[in-house]
C-alpha cells in the first residue's frame, strides 16, 4: 500500500470528486469500486484509524467508520486477536480525544462502531465495555458522551439484529437486565441533581391568583398535600450543558423503558423527576421568558425546555403502553396517573393570561418550530390519554381514591379546545374507547347498571350537546369551513366525511347508553333546521325558465347555506340513530321513532314535490349542491328506519293500519318522481335504494297495488323510455323483482296470491330482456355469422340504443339477489318456489347466452367478461334447478371456448381483460366442483385436467400473480369438496382393523395438485403464499391431508423442507408465525421421522456451515413437542444458521477452521 499520508491525500480527493455536482454517474461508480476494493484489503483498517486522527474531512470520516462497521460486523471472526485488542484500544481514545470536536453525527457513528464491537466481544474479550460507560457517565466532562453511549448500547444490544445468534442474543439481554438498576439510579441521580441544583437558585415568582384552586385541586387527585406542594414548585431555569444532559438522559431512560420490565427498579423518586421535567412541556411561562429579548438564543432556549418536556412525555408512555403490570408496580402506576392529570389540570386551567385554546396552540406551536422534533407535547399527551383509558382504566376506576369523573371533565376540557383537526379527531377516538368500555362494563354488569350510569350522566350529556355543536355551521362555522370535502383519503372519504363519520359515532355510542337523553337533544335541534327548509317554499318564484329560490342577499344565502349543511348532518345523525329504536326497545321507543319517520316522510315528500333540486338560486355553485344533498340525506335517513317500518309492520299496523299504510304510501311518493334520468345521480340513487328497502324489507303486501309503485314498472318497464344509469337500473329492478318474489310477512301461504304474482314476475323479466332474446332467431343461422357478430358489437357499443349488459346483468342481479334473501328465508318452500321461478323466467336467456358465449369470446373480451357474470351469478344461484344436461352443455361449450392456445392468449396479456375472463371461467367451476352429492362429479376429471394440463403450465413459471388465485381456490375447492374422489370412505377403514390406510385413487392427479402447491411456495407472491398456507391448513384440519399415507410418506418432509428454506431466505418474512404453526402441524404428524431422519439431512444439504457448526444446530433444536417450544426452537435454528453463513462468509480465504 502507499504510504498513509498519501492514502489519506488520495481519499481526500476521491471523495471532494464523488460528491461534487459535475461528476458523472459512471465515474461515481468507479470512485466506488475502488472504495470498495481498498476496504476489503487486510489491514485497511490501520489506514482508516490515521484518517480518522489526521483529517477533518466528513465524508473521509464517514467513509472509514464504514470500513471499521464492515469489518465488525461482517469480518470480525477472521480477524487476529492482536488486531483486534488494538482496535478495540484505539477507537474508544479517539472518542475520548476528539468528541468535542467532532460534528455530531460523526461521533453518533464512532459510538456506534465502538458499541458493535461490545455487541460482539462483552464481556469476554472486551469486559470493561460497559463499566467505561458507567464511568463516563458518572465524569462530569463526559457525561453527555456516556449518555450516548448509554443509549447506543441500549438500542443495539437489547433488541439486536439478526447477525447474533439465539443464544448470544439471550446472553446480552441478561447482561443488560442485570444493569439496569445501577443505569436507572444513575439517570435518576443526574436529573435530580440538575434540578435541585437549578431549583436551589431560581428565583421565588409571586403567588399565581388561582395557585389556591391549582393546589385544591392537586391535593384532591394525589391524596397528598406533601406531593401537591412538591409538583407546585416553580420550575428551574436551566443552563444549555444542562438542558442538553437532561435531554440525553429522557432519551435513554425512553429507550430503557421500552424493552425493560416493570419492577420496583422503577423507583418512585424516578417518576417523581420525570415528572417534574414533564412539566416544562405544559409551561407557557418558558415562551414568555424566551421572547423577552427577541434573541434567536433564548428562542433555542425555549425550544429545548419544551424538548424536555416530550421527552419526558415520552417516557410515561413507554410505561403506560405495557399492559402486563405486576401487582407490585400497581401503587406506582395510580402515583403516575395522578401526577399526569395534575398535568392535565394545568394545561386546561383557564386564567386572564390565557383561554384554554390558546395555551393548547403554544404548547403545539412551539415544538413544530423546531425541525428536530416530529411530534409535539400536545400529541405526546393525547398518546398517554389513549393509552389510559384504552390499557389502564379498567385496572384504575376501582380506585377509590381517583376521580374519575374529575378526569372525565378535565378531557372533555381538553378534547373541545384541540387548536387542530387531527388532535380533535384523536380525541375522539379517546372517548369512543371510554364509551365502549362503559357499554361493556354494563352489559357485564346489568344488576348496578343505573348506579353506573348515573355517576356519568352529566358527563355523557355533556359530550353529546358539543359534539353536536361541533358539527353545525351556526356554532362552528369557521372551523368547518376549513375541512376538505373533496379530496379522498386511503379510506375515500373527505375530511368533512372523515369529521361527520367520526363525530356520529361518538353521538350513537351516548344513544345506547343514554337513549331518552340523546333524543331530546337531538330532535329539537333537527326540527329547528326541518323548520328552515320546509319554510322555502314561501320564497319560490315562478320565472321565464322555471321556478327561482327568492333569497338573493349575500348575509341570507350564507345563512341558508349553513342551515342547509347543518341539516344535512343531523339528518345523518337521525339516521345513525335508527338501530336504537328496534328490537326489545320498539315498545317503548315507539312514539320516539314514529315523530321521527313521520318528519322524514314530509320532509322527502316536500323536497319531490316543489322539486327544491332543480331550483335555480342566487349562488348555485353553493346552495343548489346544498338542496340537493338535503334530500338525498333525508331519502338515506329514512331508508335507515325500514326495519323499524317493518317492526310497526308485524306488531302494531292491526291496531293503526291507515297510520301505517300513509307512511308507506306517501315515502312512495316522494320516491317515484326522482327515478328519472333527470334528475340528479346522488337524488336518483338515494332514491333507488329506499324503495330497495321498502320492497325488500318492509314488503307490505299493498305496495303493488299502489300506483306509485304501478308507475316505476311502467317507467322500467317502457323500452321507448330513455334508460337510467347503471346502478340506479339494477335497484329499480332489484326493488321489483323483490315485490313480486319475497313472501308477504304476517300472511298464510294461502294469501300471497303466488299464481298472480308469477305472472306479473314473467312479464317484468320478459319486459326487461325482449330485445336481447331477439338475438337468438340470428344465431340459429349460420349464414348470418357475420351478421350476429355485427349486431353484438353494435347493441354493445351504441348508446341510447338497447345494452345488451344492462338488461342480463341487471335481471341476473336482481334474482340473484332474491334468491339469496330467499335462501336466508326461515321457509324453505320459500326458496324453492324462488329458485324455481327464476329457472322458469331465464330459460330462454340461458339458452340465447350460452348460443352467443363462443361468438361473443372472438369479437371482444369485455363482452365476454360480462357474459361470464352472467353465468357466474346463473351458477351461484340456480345450479341445482338447471340441471344436469343443460350444465354439461354450458361447461362443454367453456371448455371448448377455452382451449390451451385461447387460455394462453388470454393470460399472458398481464392484468387484461382475458384474465378477468380466465378468472370467472375458473369461479364457475369453483361453483360446479363444490355443490354436494353426485350430480356435477362427472365433471371433476375434465376440471382436474383442465387446471392441470392447460391452465397451470402457462401461470407455473409466471410471476404475475393472475388467474393463479382463483386457480389455487379451485384446486382447493376439488379437494375439499370431493375428498372421497382420492380417499375412500374411512368409516371402513375404520371397522376393518386389518386395512390400515384409505383406498387411494386417482393418485396422479393428486399428486400433480400437491406438487403445484408446493411449487407455489417457491415464488415471491406473499399473498398467494398465505392463500395456499392456508388451503393446506384447512384440508389438514377438515381432513387429515398430512396424516395420509401418500402425503405422509412422499411429500411431508418436502414441503417442510421448502418451509424452513423460505424462513431461512426471509423471502416471506410477514408469514413467521403462520409458517412456524404449518412446520409443527407437519412435523407433528411423525415427529420420530422428524428428529431422527428428516433434520439430521436437513442439515447436511444446508451449505455454507461446517459440521461443527451443524452438530451445534442439531443440538440447540430441543426435542420438543409442544407448539410453543417448537416455533421457539424453528425460529432459533433458522436464526442461527443465518447467523453462521454470515460469520463464515466473513473469514478471509484459505482460513482453517478446526
Known amino acids: 500500500m502507499a504510504s498513509e499520508e498519501a492514502s489519506l491525500r488520495a481519499l481526500e480527493s476521491l471523495m471532494t470528486e464523488f460528491f461534487h455536482n459535475c461528476t458523472t454517474n459512471e465515474r461515481k461508480r468507479e470512485i466506488e469500486e475502488l472504495l470498495n476494493n481498498f476496504a476489503q484489503q487486510i489491514g485497511a483498517w490501520r489506514f482508516c484509524l490515521y484518517f480518522l486522527s489526521s483529517t477533518r474531512n466528513d465524508y473521509v470520516m464517514m467513509y472509514s467508520l464504514t470500513v471499521f462497521e464492515n469489518l465488525i460486523n461482517k469480518m470480525w471472526l477472521g480477524v487476529p486477536s492482536q488486531d483486534k485488542m488494538e482496535i478495540r484500544s484505539c477507537l474508544p481514545k479517539l472518542l475520548l480525544a476528539h468528541h468535542k470536536t467532532l460534528p455530531y453525527f460523526i461521533r453518533n457513528k464512532l459510538c456506534k462502531v465502538i458499541v458493535d464491537i461490545g455487541r460482539q466481544d462483552w464481556p469476554m474479550f472486551y469486559h470493561d465495555f460497559f463499566t467505561n460507560i458507567l464511568q463516563l457517565i458518572q465524569s462530569p466532562v463526559t457525561t453527555p458522551l456516556g449518555l450516548i453511549m448509554l443509549k447506543t448500547t441500549s438500542e443495539e444490544l437489547a433488541c439486536p439484529r439478526e447477525d447474533l445468534s439465539v443464544a448470544r442474543k439471550e446472553e446480552l439481554r441478561k447482561l443488560l437486565l442485570d444493569q439496569v438498576q445501577t443505569v436507572l439510579g444513575l439517570l435518576t441521580g443526574i436529573l435530580e441533581s440538575i434540578w435541585d441544583k437549578h431549583s436551589v437558585t431560581a428565583a421565588t415568582p409571586p403567588p399565581s391568583p388561582t395557585s389556591g384552586e391549582s393546589g385544591d385541586l392537586l391535593s384532591s387527585l394525589l391524596q397528598s398535600p406533601s406531593a401537591a406542594k412538591l409538583l407546585n414548585q416553580p420550575i428551574p431555569i436551566l443552563d444549555t450543558e444542562s438542558e442538553y444532559i437532561c435531554s440525553l438522559a429522557l432519551e435513554c431512560l425512553a429507550h430503557l423503558f421500552s424493552w425493560i420490565p416493570l419492577s420496583t427498579s422503577i423507583t418512585p423518586s424516578l417518576l417523581t423527576t420525570i415528572f417534574h421535567f414533564a412539566r416544562f412541556g405544559c409551561d407557557t411561562r418558558v415562551r414568555k421568558m424566551c421572547s423577552v429579548n427577541g434573541s434567536s438564543q433564548n428562542s433555542v432556549l425555549g425550544q429545548e425546555r419544551g424538548r424536555l418536556g416530550v421527552l419526558a412525555m415520552s417516557c410515561i408512555n413507554e410505561l403506560m403502553s405495557k399492559n402486563c403490570v405486576p401487582m407490585e408496580f400497581e401503587e406506582y402506576l395510580l402515583r403516575m396517573f395522578q401526577q399526569t392529570f395534575y398535568l392535565l389540570q394545568k394545561i386546561t386551567k383557564e386564567n386572564n393570561a390565557h383561554t384554554v385554546k390558546s395555551r393548547l396552540e403554544e404548547l403545539d406551536e412551539r415544538v413544530l418550530c423546531w425541525g428536530r422534533q416530529a411530534e409535539s407535547y400536545i400529541e405526546k399527551f393525547t398518546d398517554f390519554l389513549r393509552l389510559f383509558v384504552s390499557v389502564h382504566l379498567r385496572r384504575i376506576e376501582s380506585y377509590s381514591q381517583f376521580p374519575v369523573v374529575e378526569f372525565l371533565a378535565l378531557l372533555f376540557k381538553y378534547t373541545f379546545h384541540q387548536p387542530t383537526h387531527e388532535g380533535y379527531f384523536s380525541c375522539l377516538d379517546i372517548w369512543t374507547l371510554f364509551l365502549d368500555y362503559l357499554t361493556s362494563k354494563i352489559k357485564s354488569r346489568l344488576a348496578d347498571k343505573e348506579a353506573v350510569l348515573n355517576r356519568y350522566e352529566d358527563a355523557l350529556v355533556l359530550l353529546l350537546t358539543e359534539v353536536l355543536n361541533r358539527i353545525q355551521f351556526r356554532y362552528n362555522q369557521a372551523q368547518l369551513e376549513e375541512l376538505d370535502d373533496e379530496t379522498l383519503d386511503d379510506d375515500q372519504q373527505t375530511e368533512w366525511q372523515r369529521y361527520l363519520r367520526q363525530s356520529l359515532e361518538v353521538v350513537a355510542k351516548v344513544m345506547e347508553l343514554l337513549p331518552t337523553h340523546a333524543f331530546s337533544t337531538l330532535f329539537p335541534v333537527l326540527q329547528d333546521n326541518l323548520e328552515v327548509y320546509l319554510g322555502l317554499q314561501q320564497f319560490v318564484v315562478t320565472s321565464g325558465t322555471g321556478h327561482r329560490l327568492n333569497i338573493t342577499a349575500e348575509n341570507d344565502c350564507r345563512r341558508l347555506h349553513c342551515s342547509l349543511r347543518d341539516l344535512s348532518s343531523l339528518l345523518q345523525a337521525v339516521g345513525r340513530l335508527a338501530e336504537y329504536f328496534i328490537g326489545d326497545v320498539f315498545a317503548a321507543r315507539f312514539n320516539d321513532a314514529l315523530t321521527v319517520v313521520e318528519r322524514l316522510v314530509k320532509v322527502t315528500l316536500y323536497g319531490s314535490q316543489i322539486k327544491l333540486y332543480n331550483i335555480e338560486t342566487a349562488v348555485p355553485s353553493v346552495l343548489k349542491p346544498d338542496l340537493i344533498d338535503v334530500h338525498a340525506q333525508s331519502l338515506a335517513a329514512l331508508q335507515a328506519y325500514a326495519h323499524w317500518l317493518a317492526q310497526f309492520y308485524s306488531e302494531v299496523h292491526r291496531q293503526n293500519p291507515e297510520q301505517f299504510i300513509s307512511l308507506v304510501s306517501t315515502a312512495l311518493e316522494a320516491i317515484t318522481p326522482l327515478i328519472s334520468s333527470k334528475v340528479q345521480e346522488k337524488l336518483l340513487l338515494s332514491a333507488c335504494h329506499l324503495l330497495v328497502s321498502l320492497a325488500t324489507t318492509v314488503r307490505p303486501v299493498f305496495l303493488i297495488s299502489i300506483p306509485a309503485v304501478q308507475k316505476v314498472f311502467n317507467r322500467i318497464t317502457d323500452t321507448s323510455a330513455q334508460r337510467l344509469p347503471d346502478k340506479a337500473q339494477v335497484l329499480v329492478c332489484r326493488a321489483l323483482s323483490n315485490v313480486l318474489l319475497l313472501p308477504w310477512p304476517n300472511l298464510p301461504e294461502s294469501e300471497q296470491q303466488w299464481a298472480v304474482r308469477s305472472t306479473n314476475h314473467a312479464s317484468l323479466i320478459s319486459a326487461l330482456t325482449r330485445e336481447y332474446r331477439q338475438l337468438k332467431s340470428n344465431a340459429i343461422l349460420p349464414q348470418r355469422k357475420v351478421q350476429l357478430e355485427d349486431k353484438i358489437l353494435l347493441l354493445w357499443v351504441c348508446k341510447g340504443h338497447f345494452h345488451p349488459r344492462l338488461p342480463v346483468s341487471s335481471s341476473i342481479k336482481v334474482l340473484s339477489s332474491s334468491v339469496v334473501q330467499g335462501s336466508q328465508s326461515d321457509h324453505p318452500s320459500d326458496t324453492q318456489r324462488f329458485r324455481r321461478y327464476c329457472r322458469k323466467y331465464l330459460w330462454r336467456i340461458y339458452q340465447v347466452s350460452t ?231 407437519m412435523a407433528s404428524v411423525d415427529f420420530d421421522g422428524f428428529y431422527s431422519a428428516f433434520l439430521p439431512e436437513f442439515l447436511a444439504s444446508c451449505d455454507g456451515v461446517d459440521s461443527n457448526q451443524k452438530n451445534v444446530l442439531g443440538r440447540n433444536f430441543k426435542m420438543d413437542r409442544d407448539l410453543p417450544s417448537f416455533t421457539q426452537n424453528v425460529h432459533r435454528l433458522v436464526n442461527d444458521l443465518r447467523y453462521y453463513r454470515l460469520c463464515n462468509d466473513s473469514l478471509p480465504p484459505g482460513t482453517v477452521k478446526l
Not at 974 to 1000: D, I, P, T
Not at 1046 to 1054: A, D, G, V
Request: charged share 20%; glycine share 4%; net charge negative.
Open 851 to 1081: 348460443d352467443l358465449l363462443s361468438v361473443a369470446a372472438r369479437i371482444r373480451a369485455d363482452v365476454t367478461d360480462e357474459m361470464l357474470s352472467f353465468f357466474l351469478t346463473l351458477f351461484q344461484g340456480l345450479r341445482v334447478q338447471m340441471g344436469v344436461p343443460f350444465t354439461e352443455q354450458i361447461i362443454q361449450t367453456f371448455l371448448n371456448m377455452f382451449t390451451r392456445e385461447q387460455l394462453a392468449e388470454s393470460i399472458l396479456h398481464e392484468g387484461s381483460t382475458g384474465c378477468r375472463v380466465v378468472e370467472k371461467f375458473l369461479k364457475i367451476l369453483q361453483v360446479v366442483v363444490q355443490e354436494p352429492g353426485q350430480v356435477f362429479k362427472p365433471f371433476l376429471p375434465s376440471v382436474i385436467s383442465l387446471c392441470m394440463e392447460q391452465v397451470y403450465p402457462i401461470i407455473a413459471e409466471r410471476s404475475s400473480p393472475d388467474v393463479k388465485a382463483e386457480l389455487f381456490e379451485l384446486l382447493f375447492r376439488v379437494l375439499h369438496h370431493n375428498w372421497r374422489y382420492f380417499f375412500k370412505s374411512s368409516v371402513l377403514a375404520s371397522v376393518q382393523r386389518g386395512v390400515a390406510e384409505e383406498q387411494m385413487e386417482n393418485e396422479a392427479q393428486f399428486s400433480a395438485i400437491m406438487q403445484a402447491f408446493g411449487q407455489s411456495f417457491l415464488q415471491p407472491d406473499i399473498h398467494l403464499f398465505k392463500q395456499n398456507l392456508f388451503y393446506l391448513e384447512t384440508l389438514n384440519t377438515k381432513q387429515k391431508l398430512y396424516h395420509k399415507k401418500i402425503f405422509r410418506t412422499t411429500m411431508l418432509f418436502q414441503f417442510v423442507n421448502v418451509l424452513l428454506q423460505v424462513l431461512v431466505h426471509k423471502s416471506h418474512d410477514l408469514l413467521q408465525e403462520e409458517i412456524g404453526i404449518a412446520t409443527y402441524n
